[in-house]
C-alpha cells in the first residue's frame, strides 16, 4: 500500500494546520457515531410505548446485539486497516452506518429495529480502530494521549447533539423523524472524509519505523499475544470494560429514570443531558488527555491513576442520584459523573499503543473496543433492563431507579480498581 500524498509529493502532515484538521475530520466522524448511537436512548420511552416493548427487549436493542456485532466485524475491519487505507474505511463506515440509522425510522416492528440497528452496528465498527491508527501516526507518542483525548471529545459532542436533536424532534414531529434528521447528514460527511483526508505514512512519528509490506503484517494471534503479555494491558482491559458497563449503563437508562420517576419530557432530559455530557464531557475528556500527557512525562502511572481518581471523586455523587427525590438536584448531582465517565479512553488508548509496534494499532485498538463493548456495552444496558423486570412487579416504576443503583456504582469501582493495579507495571513494560 503506498502512502496518500499531495500531487507535488508534499507530506500535508507536515503541516501543523493539516494535521489539526485531519483530527478534526476524524472527531467529526466520531461525533456522528455517537449521535447515531446515543440517539436511542432519548427516544426508547416512545419507542418502547408504540412497539410495546419490555426493558429487557430495550436493553438487547441498546446493548447486547448492537455490541456483539460492532466487535466481532471490529476485527476483520482492523485487521484491513492495518494493511489498507485508512481513509477509505473510515469514509465507507460513515456512509454505511448513517444509511442505516435514516432507515431506522421506517420500522414497524422490534425485529426490523434490531435488525437495522445491527446494522449502524456493523458500520460504526469501522470507525474508531483506523481513527486511533491514523492519529498515532500523525502526532509523536508524547502527544497522542491529548489528540486522542481531542478525537474522544467527539462522544460528548454525538451525545451532546443525540440528546437535543432526539429529544426536540420527538417533542414536535415524533421519534421517526429523528432517526432521518441524523442519519442522512452523515452520508455528506463521508464524501468529505473520502475527497479531503490524506492518509499518512505508517510510523511517521515513530524513531523506527517498520517498512510498509504485507511481509511485515502482524497476524490476529500476534497481536493477541503481544497484548496479553502485558499485564498493564490485562488490567487495562479489565478496566475499561467495567467503565463501560457502568457508563452505557448510565447512558441507555438514566434518561429513561428521569423520565418515568420525575415525569419529564424528552425534550427537558434532552437538554440537560446535552449540556452535562457535551460541553462538561467534551472539556473534561480533553482535560484528562491533555493531564495524562502532561503528567505523564513525569510519572507514567499518572496516564492511570487520573482516571481511577476521578472515578473515586465522582462515586459518591453518582450514588447520591438515586436517593435524591428533588430532580433538579439529582440532575445537578449528575454534572461531574456525567462530566467525567467518559474520559478513561485516551489515556488507555494511548498506552496501549505504546505498548505495541504501529503495525499493531488498529487492532489493539479494535481489541480494546471488543473487551469494553462485548461486557460494557453488550451486559450493560441490557443487565439494567433485566433487573429492572425483574423488579417491575414490586417496585413499579421506581425498579429502574434500584437496578442502576446496585449495578453502576459497583462496576465504576472495580473500573477504578483494575486502573491502580494496571499503574502498578506500566513504568517497567513501557521502558
Known amino acids: 500500500m503506498k502512502t496518500i500524498t499531495t500531487k507535488t509529493g508534499i507530506d500535508p502532515y507536515d503541516s501543523k494546520a493539516y494535521r489539526y484538521y485531519a483530527l478534526g475530520i476524524l472527531m467529526s466522524a466520531y461525533v456522528f457515531n455517537f449521535i447515531d448511537r446515543q440517539i436511542l436512548a432519548i427516544l426508547q ?6 412497539l410495546s ?9 441498546t446493548g447486547f446485539a448492537f455490541a456483539l456485532f460492532y466487535v466481532v466485524m471490529g476485527l476483520p475491519i482492523a485487521r484491513w486497516a492495518d494493511r489498507g487505507v485508512r481513509r477509505d474505511i473510515i469514509a465507507l463506515a460513515v456512509a454505511v452506518w448513517s444509511v442505516f440509522t ?18 449502524v452496528g456493523v458500520g ?33 459532542i454525538g451525545i451532546l447533539l443525540g440528546f437535543l436533536i432526539g429529544g426536540w424532534i420527538n417533542e414536535f414531529f415524533g421519534w421517526r423523524a429523528a432517526f432521518f434528521a441524523v442519519g442522512v447528514p452523515g452520508v455528506l460527511l463521508a464524501l468529505v472524509i473520502r475527497f479531503t483526508l490524506h492518509e499518512p505514512a505508517r510510523g511517521r512519528t515513530d524513531k523506527a519505523v517498520v517498512a510498509d509490506s504485507s ?72 482535560l484528562v488527555g491533555y493531564m495524562a500527557d502532561r503528567l505523564g512525562r513525569r510519572d507514567l502511572r499518572w496516564y492511570l491513576w487520573i482516571t481511577a481518581l476521578s472515578i473515586v471523586v465522582y462515586l459518591p455523587l453518582l450514588i447520591g442520584i438515586f436517593f435524591v427525590e428533588n ?9 461531574i459523573p456525567g462530566a467525567f465517565i467518559t474520559t478513561y479512553l485516551a489515556p488507555i488508548i494511548a498506552v496501549t499503543h505504546s505498548l505495541v509496534p504501529n503495525r499493531m494499532r488498529a487492532m489493539s ?29 414490586s417496585l413499579g416504576v421506581e425498579s429502574l431507579r434500584y437496578a442502576l443503583l446496585v449495578t453502576v456504582p459497583v462496576a465504576a469501582l472495580l473500573g477504578a480498581l483494575h486502573l491502580v493495579l494496571a499503574a502498578r507495571h506500566i513504568r517497567h513494560e513501557l521502558k
Not at 437508562?253 to 457535551?278: E, K, N
Open 45 to 50: 420511552e416512545p419507542i418502547k410505548q408504540e
Open 53 to 61: 416493548l419490555s426493558d429487557t427487549q430495550l436493553g438487547l436493542l
Open 102 to 119: 435514516a432507515i431506522s425510522g421506517l420500522v414497524t416492528s422490534y425485529l426490523q429495529l434490531l435488525l437495522v440497528r445491527i446494522g
Open 124 to 156: 460504526e465498527a469501522g470507525c474508531s480502530p483506523p481513527s486511533h491508527s491514523v492519529i498515532s501516526d500523525v502526532f509523536p507518542s508524547h502527544e497522542r494521549a491529548t489528540a486522542i483525548g481531542v478525537y474522544t471529545v467527539g462522544v460528548n
Open 215 to 286: 511481509l511485515d503484517m502482524p497476524s490476529l494471534g500476534d497481536v493477541f499475544r503481544c497484548l496479553w503479555g502485558s499485564r498493564t494491558f490485562r488490567h487495562m482491559a479489565l478496566a475499561a470494560a467495567f467503565i463501560a458497563f457502568a457508563g452505557y449503563g448510565l447512558l441507555n437508562w438514566l434518561p429513561s429514570f428521569f423520565i418515568r420517576v420525575h415525569g419529564l419530557g424528552t425534550g427537558t432530559v434532552g437538554t440537560w443531558f446535552a449540556l452535562i455530557l457535551g460541553v462538561g464531557g467534551g472539556i473534561a475528556t480533553w
Open 327 to 335: 430532580t433538579t438536584l439529582a440532575l445537578a448531582l449528575y454534572i
Open 365 to 393: 485498538s479494535a481489541i480494546v473496543y471488543l473487551v469494553l463493548n462485548l461486557i460494557g456495552l453488550g451486559l450493560g444496558p441490557v443487565s439494567v433492563g433485566f433487573i429492572s423486570d425483574l423488579l417491575l412487579p
